[in-house]
């Protein structure tokens, strides 16, 4: 038989696989095994989560970024881009926003913004959760002290998403400012676990210089991390990046990617992401066919949306918007799936 084929067999079957013939799958991957795996990853999240699609309300806060990341369209040396915050008031506008479209995880995310000391962080975590106890809020902001994610959580987060980028050291280094180290955003992670948040890493697909070993040690890190949401999307250019001339990464390895990572984790919370939706025009539908099970429209006002451009083209509106959360819901029941008014917490313990 097929020796790719039976690659994919076996990863289905034991939920992993060697390092050395991870790497041959991604490497020789065809659409056969492509095709095998997507069916066998839905089936996997069918059996776990059911047809339930979980909702996440975006709210991108504030696009002040203290960082230059390489590939990053809110970097701090980026003049163009028109930096804004919102106040407490026009976060808890979106969340009034969100609750009564069905939405019960708000996700506050923003560059690393040192305006957002942890009192007025906790303050703004903690407004959320006295209005809408029954929600869950997850923060994605970047690299902060052990002491500051114990007193976010104990404001009320619940869930930190916190993608560590590239598991490889070099890549990492290829990627982001001497200042920033793989080892710093590992130990992150691990304290945003010890503390007890639901965690979130991740990674993007075919960002410049990946190779497919690197893949191979992303897959790898997040077997042995056991996160319990992983966040992936292709990596798109922006204009006004060192990185503008590097071509965008691959839809195709991004849906094949989905597929492998819900097989090496059964139960990990799995969003289509935004990316992947700007990239293919059913991207967020082929995310969920692949093994997603988490879907995260922008609840940000309309003029922050249009400011908060890691990438070109980013998608804001129509199904990717809160307020039209009906399209959304639509696309979904159209391939045989509900988002749901829930929470959503993970099953990984
Ligand atoms: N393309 C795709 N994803 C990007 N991100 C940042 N810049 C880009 C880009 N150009 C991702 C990073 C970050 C997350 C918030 O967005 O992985 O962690």
Redesign the pocket.
């Known amino acids: 038989m097929n020796h790719i084929l039976e690659l994919a067999e076996r990863l289905a079957q034991t939920h992993d696989l060697p390092d050395d013939e991870l790497l041959v799958l991604i490497r020789r991957r065809n659409p056969g095994a492509s095709s095998f795996l997507k069916a066998e990853a839905r089936a996997l999240c069918d059996r776990i989560y059911g047809k339930e699609i979980y909702l996440r309300g975006l709210i991108e806060f504030t696009n002040f970024c203290k960082n230059d990341c390489y ?3 809110i970097r701090k040396s980026n003049r163009r881009a028109e930096r804004y915050r919102l106040t407490q008031e026009e976060v808890l506008a979106c969340c009034d926003m969100g609750y009564p479209l069905g939405f019960r995880t708000f996700v506050l ?1 923003g560059g690393e913004d040192p305006w957002f000391t942890d009192e007025r962080l906790c303050k703004l975590v903690a407004a959320i959760k006295k209005r809408y106890p029954d929600c869950a809020v997850t923060l ?1 902001v970047g690299e902060r002290s052990r002491e500051s994610y114990q007193r976010l959580f104990d404001a009320g987060a619940d869930r930190y998403l916190l ?1 560590h ?1 590239t598991a490889t050291e070099s890549h990492y280094k290829k990627l982001h400012p001497p200042e920033l180290s793989l080892k710093n955003r590992l130990s992150c992670l691990q304290a945003l676990r010890d503390i007890g948040y639901q965690t979130g890493c991740g990674f ?1 697909v075919g960002s410049p210089f990946q190779t497919s070993e690197d893949l191979v040690r992303d897959l790898r890190f997040l077997k042995e991390f056991q996160p319990h949401m992983v966040g992936i ?6 204009r006004d990046t060192p990185f503008r001339a590097e071509p965008n990464g691959s839809g195709e390895l991004t849906l094949f990617l989905l597929s492998v990572i819900r097989l090496l984790l059964p139960e990990v919370l799995l969003p289509a992401t935004t ?1 992947l939706g700007t990239l293919l025009p059913r991207g967020r539908e082929e995310g969920i066919l692949c093994g997603a099970n988490v879907v995260m429209p922008n609840l940000s006002p309309e003029d922050a949306r249009g400011k908060y451009l ?2 070109d083209n980013k998608l804001s509106s129509g199904a990717e918007a809160a307020e039209s959360v009906f399209l959304l819901r639509e696309s979904l029941e159209n391939i045989g799936y509900r988002a749901v008014a829930a929470k959503g917490d993970s099953l990984v313990s």
């Open positions: 590939y990053c369209g995310q994605s993608r980028e993007m999307g292709p990596y798109l250019s922006q990316a890691l990438y």
